[in-house]
Structures are given as C-alpha cells and as structure tokens.
T-cell receptor, first 116, second 111 residues
Framework: KAGVTQTPRYLIKTRGQQVTLSCSPI?????VSWYQQTPGQGLQFLFE???????NKGNFPGRFSGRQFSNSRSEMNVSTLELGDSALYLC???????????????FGPGTRLTVL | SQQGEEDPQALSIQEGENATMNCSYK?????LQWYRQNSGRGLVHLIL?????REKHSGRLRVTLDTSKKSSSLLITASRAADTASYFC???????????FGKGTRLSVIA
C-alpha cells in the first residue's frame, strides 16, 4: 500500500506570494490532517478534513485554508506569505471515523516551505 | 494550552544503553501515542496506549501510562545509532478533537 505523499517536497517563495501544497492520503483513509512544524512552536495543528468537510481547525489566521476532494486528496493554501510561515508542513491520514478516538496517524514526508 | 510536555528536551547516550523519555499532559485522555521523527522528515507512529492500560511493549519499546499523574514514559532498551531521532508524545483528549503533540525529545545515540 502506498504511503502518504506530499508535493512538492521543497518550495521557496517570497513574502506576499501564495502557495498551494498537496497531500494524497493512504488509500481508504478519509481523514486528512495538516500540521505546521517549526523549531520554536513544534507541531501545530492546522486543520482536519473528513469526507470533503473541515472537521477541526487550529488557531491559525484565515490566510491558511484547505480543502479536500472526493478522492480524499487534500490541498492547503497559504495566501500573502509572511517570513514566519517558513516551516515544514506535514500531512497525515488516518482511518479514524467521526466520534472515534484517534488511531495512529500516517504522516507524509512533508513540504519544506521557505519564505524569503 | 493543552500541549503535552516532553522531558528531557535532549538526551545523549551511548549505543547499548537505555533511553527514557517522559511526557506530561493536562487533562484526561482517550489515549496517548508516541511518534518518532528522523531529521526533517515525517513522523512515524511507534505505539498507542489507551487510558485504561498501564503498560505496553513493542519490540525494544516499553510505554507506561500513569493517569493519576497525567504522565507517560517511553523506554527504548539497548539503543542503537539508528534510534537517533526526535520522539513526540501525542494525546487524544476526545474523539472529536485533534491529537495534541508535545515539543519532543531529541535523542542522540552515539556509536
């Protein structure tokens, strides 16, 4: 079974630009979560999508948005990039269903975003 | 913040020694999970322990959970250089809220 894939793996952007990151979950997983990882803040939850609906949202500004498609693939978008958005963005999929406790999450390799 | 806290932040040991990492959290949980991350890569799930369990083993890993103290520990026995990584605990507080990750313990195993 193929793992979680994320594209692109590396990205360099300048302040003010926007960026779209993509995540393909493991086949059969309908829940996709996004995280931002920085040395200072650690792993911060961005949002979770399940069956094309945002189910949970972290404490990030509206510049961060996402969506999920009918095939469970997900994208996240960051508009008006700031220097502080430089981070490793991780996507994770899980078999978790609504109301169930979280099982293990399967993480992709991440997208390293650098904002200059 | 509900974020868990790992302790220590960094740990350096010799190959063959045991490594112990601790995690504390703030409110009652459904389960607690441990993940490993090699430098700059995605996280890999190691083990999950439910709130009604006290100890769990997986290979060279041993996890304990003390719900009265709201803490967990991860023990890696007979460590190897390949165990060098960051280790994170993640808590599941309820079925409808996302996992909350701690800031991790950076383990270095010296050959």
């Amino acid at each position: 079974k193929a793992g979680v894939t994320q594209t692109p793996r590396y990205l360099i952007k300048t302040r003010g630009q926007q960026v779209t990151l993509s995540c393909s979950p493991i086949s059969g997983h309908r829940s996709v979560s996004w995280y931002q990882q920085t040395p200072g803040q650690g792993l911060q939850f961005l949002f979770e999508y399940f069956s094309e609906t945002q189910r949970n949202k972290g404490n990030f500004p509206g510049r961060f948005s996402g969506r999920q498609f009918s095939n469970s693939r997900s994208e996240m978008n960051v508009s008006t990039l700031e220097l502080g958005d430089s981070a490793l963005y991780l996507c994770a999929s899980t078999r978790k269903l609504a109301g169930e406790a979280y099982n293990e999450q399967f993480f992709g390799p991440g997208t390293r975003l650098t904002v200059l | 913040s509900q974020q868990g806290e790992e302790d220590p932040q960094a740990l350096s040991i010799q190959e063959g020694e045991n490594a112990t990492m601790n995690c504390s959290y703030k409110t009652s949980i459904n389960n607690l999970q441990w993940y490993r991350q090699n430098s700059g890569r995605g996280l890999v799930h190691l083990i999950l322990i439910r709130s009604n369990e006290r100890e769990k083993h997986s290979g060279r890993l041993r996890v304990t959970l003390d719900t009265s103290k709201k803490s967990s520990s991860l023990l890696i026995t007979a460590s190897r250089a390949a165990d060098t990584a960051s280790y994170f605990c993640a808590t599941d507080y309820s079925g409808n809220t996302p996992l909350v990750f701690g800031k991790g313990t950076r383990l270095s195993v010296i050959a």
